[in-house]
């Protein structure tokens, strides 16, 4: 069964630094991987998604993620923390037919 | 062109009654998931509708139901409701069956049961 991990249900850094979110999934075949992110009170919007083209995908808002086989991750970056990045981020995973599985999610604070 | 509209926003009721959600998917989008999102939690997958007929199921009991009518919009049906029935219920538009298609995400529906 095809499960996903997020490492830290709480992720805090100050705005202007790093900004990295952990996902690890685990998939007897390469999965098709999405990040989400959710704001208060709205649905899911998303970030990016990985569909075997490239390793590197680059999302909206200046979000980017790794597909690395070898670790089954597929981390979330952004190079500078904005203000307006402080959400609920959901790594999910979908092998095949129908089904999408989402991490427990973490929470990004972005400090001032 | 709109986008997944939900309906009701927000909707309280007490144990045992029944609830209807409802769901506008977007335009040309003839797949529809819907996923129960309790609080603090990831969603969780309830099942999915492909032209009308129901093409998956998560582990949800059979008092979670679901239509999709012909012009693709969709209703999530909970009977007897419990009080951990409360979530965040979301409802997800896709314009194809398949692995790798975008799913388009509406607000949502805040469900309590009293």
């Known amino acids: 069964a095809q499960s996903v991990t997020q490492l830290g249900s709480h992720v805090s850094v100050s705005e202007g630094a790093l900004v990295l979110l952990r996902c690890n999934y685990s998939s007897s075949v390469p999965p098709y991987l999405f990040w989400y992110v959710q704001y208060p009170n709205q649905g899911l919007q998303l970030l990016l998604k990985y569909t075997s083209a490239a390793t590197l995908v680059k999302g909206i808002n200046g979000f980017e993620a790794e597909f690395k086989k070898s670790e089954t991750s597929f981390h979330l970056t952004k190079p500078s923390a904005h203000m307006s990045d402080a959400a609920e981020y959901f790594c999910?995973?979908?092998?095949?037919?129908?089904?999408?599985?989402f991490g427990a999610g973490t929470r990004l604070f972005v400090k001032a | 062109e709109t986008g997944v509209t939900q309906s009701p926003t927000h909707l309280i009721k007490t144990r045992g009654q029944q609830v209807t959600l409802r769901c506008s998917s977007q335009s040309g989008h003839n797949t529809v998931s819907w996923y129960q999102q309790a609080l603090g939690q990831g969603p969780q997958f309830i099942f999915q509708y492909y032209r009308e007929e129901e093409n998956g199921r998560g582990n949800f009991p059979p008092r979670f139901s679901g239509l999709q009518f012909p012009n693709y919009s969709s209703e999530l049906n909970v009977n007897a409701l419990e009080l951990d029935d409360s979530a965040l219920y979301l409802c997800?538009?896709?314009?194809?069956?398949?692995?790798?298609?975008?799913?388009?995400f509406g607000q949502g529906t805040r469900l309590t049961v009293v």
């Open positions: 997800a538009s896709s314009p194809q069956e398949g692995v790798n298609t975008e799913a388009f």
């Open positions: 999910a995973v979908r092998r095949g037919g129908f089904k999408t599985i």
